[in-house]
């Protein structure tokens, strides 16, 4: 077994552990890629984030990982709609129009995520971090792209 495979397996099997949190927060970071970027996988990692951490939360808001699961749920939504945005997506003509379906469900997601977030952290912020996370919130609530895309690999 493989050392993400290990992570993976404490991730997903010991979440009422605080190594399985933490072991979670690394797979999430990962885009819960078991093997490394290139290997041929798909690159679309945002809806693996969404699928495992939306859940993770309800369950286990008071996790000392919540914080920054919060914040990379909201980047996952957030890569999901800017990749509906672009025109062109890797090397495959229109591959954007295969996010579309969800693109502005998900924009509002991150919309609240990051609302969330700020109401929560924003206080331990400096002014460039705040001015930062402003802007990307003024950007995602009037439609204009922001070319997130924590969440998905070009080179898969």
Not at 31 to 41: H, K
Not at 85 to 90: A, D, L, N, P
Not at 97 to 112: T, V, Y
Request: net charge neutral; charged share 30%.
């Amino acid at each position: 077994m493989s050392r993400a495979d290990s992570l993976a397996k404490l991730a997903l099997e010991h979440q009422t552990s605080v190594w399985g949190h933490w072991a979670l927060l690394k797979m999430t970071y990962r885009g819960w890629e078991l093997c490394d970027c290139g290997a041929g996988t798909r690159g679309d990692r945002f809806r693996d984030v969404i699928a495992h951490v939306e859940p993770f939360l309800s369950a286990h808001a008071d996790s000392p990982a919540t914080r920054y699961l919060q914040f990379a749920l909201a980047q996952a939504y957030e890569t999901w709609w800017s990749l509906s945005k672009e025109r062109k997506v890797g090397e495959v003509p229109d591959e954007w129009q295969r996010f579309l379906p969800g693109a502005d469900a998900a924009r509002k997601r991150a919309i609240e995520h990051y609302r969330t977030w700020l109401a929560a952290y924003g206080a331990e912020l400096d002014d460039n971090q705040r001015l930062w996370l402003r802007h990307k919130l003024f950007r995602l609530e009037r439609d204009i792209d922001t070319s997130e895309h924590r969440y998905y690999c070009e080179c898969c």
